[in-house]
């Protein structure tokens, strides 16, 4: 582990400095983990275990979150979808590199009025805003799609290596929430998380190229962490697939590192994912790339803070407890 070695980029302070054509060693992270400070931290659902271990290991898993009937509706409607040529067609839906298939499709939250609430759930919401300190809104929304026996998988990441580098996330302050649709389990690509790897920020080599985004959907190869890396950081951490049936839920912070294998059951693996940004953390030019990214992939304007639906106002300070 190194010394951070901060740089000045276009006379701004860059906090995490990546995309360089050196490869420089990861160092801590400069920002908490959690950010609701003293008095204010217990302000919420979660308690100081769940609170704790979110630290600890930069994610917290909730098998059974919401029943089945509530997110089959959902599953429908990825469906009717997938039927819509226009949509298909448009920038927003991301084709599987092997298949041609429907693997993502972003800006949900805008497309779908039952994802808009779904957003704005209050225990979900809750949870988010003890993390971040702070009122939070939707900085980016999507569904990933694996087929059966075509579903391909996502190499190792940091979500925030990408935010900073191509959208101007300037400090470590959101989160993602992540809704399984189906069952997740062993043999249809679950998401993979290195424990604890949220704590050191990697910096990667090699510079952003121009309209990074329309190939990087598909298949991350710049801003993946190298392998030596890689393998210290899952020496040292492990490596954990939460699996659940429809309904689970996984929180995890912006720079846990994750990753997920191609399908290879006749399953399918449907996630749905909803990525919180702390209202004081909005997006500046980005740090390492060329321009920014679609609105649909960082949001610029529609930036205003969440307000909880009111289905369920009673949950809004119901305590949640996370699976160890």
């Excluded at 499709?105 to 704005?120: C, K, P, Q, W, Y």
């Excluded at 900073?164 to 929430?177: F, K, P, Q, Y």
């Excluded at 912070?253 to 209202?279: D, G, I, K, Q």
């Amino acid at each position: 582990m190194s010394e951070v070695q901060h740089q000045q980029v276009e006379g701004r302070f860059d906090p995490y400095p990546t995309r360089t054509p050196d490869l420089h060693q990861p160092f801590r992270r400069i920002d908490p983990v959690v950010h609701a400070r003293n008095q204010h931290r217990w302000e919420g659902p979660l308690d100081e275990v769940s609170l704790s271990r979110y630290e600890r290991d930069g994610f917290l898993w909730f098998e059974g979150f919401f029943s089945h009937d509530r997110v089959a509706p959902f599953f429908a409607e990825l469906a009717e979808m997938a039927r819509d040529q226009t949509l298909m067609d448009s920038e927003q839906v991301i084709r599987d590199p092997g298949t041609g298939e429907l693997r993502s499709v972003f800006g949900m939250h805008e497309i779908s009025a039952n994802f808009d609430r779904l957003t704005r759930d209050p225990r979900i919401l809750g949870m988010v805003r003890q993390l971040l300190g702070s009122e939070v809104y939707i900085h980016q929304s999507r569904i990933n799609d694996k087929y059966g026996f075509k579903g391909s998988g996502f190499d190792w990441h940091s979500d925030f290596e990408t935010w900073h580098a191509e959208d101007g996330m300037r400090r470590m302050r959101a989160v993602s929430a992540s809704l399984m649709l189906t069952e997740n389990n062993e043999f249809n690509g679950p998401l993979m998380l290195i424990p604890g790897s949220h704590q050191l920020f990697v910096p990667c080599q090699g510079e952003t190229p121009a309209m990074n985004w329309q190939s990087s959907l598909q298949a991350q190869r710049i801003g993946v962490p190298s392998r030596e890396v890689l393998a210290r950081l899952a020496t040292h951490g492990g490596i954990q697939a939460p699996k659940g049936p429809a309904g689970s839920l996984l929180l995890f912070e912006c720079n846990t590192l994750h990753a997920s294998n191609e399908n290879m059951s006749p399953w399918p693996r449907s996630n749905l994912f909803f990525v919180y940004n702390s209202v004081d953390n909005q997006l500046e030019e980005p740090f390492a790339a060329p321009q920014r990214r679609p609105e649909f992939l960082g949001a610029r304007k529609n930036v205003g803070q969440l307000t909880m639906h009111d289905e369920y106002p009673e949950l809004a300070g119901q305590g949640v407890r996370p699976l160890s």
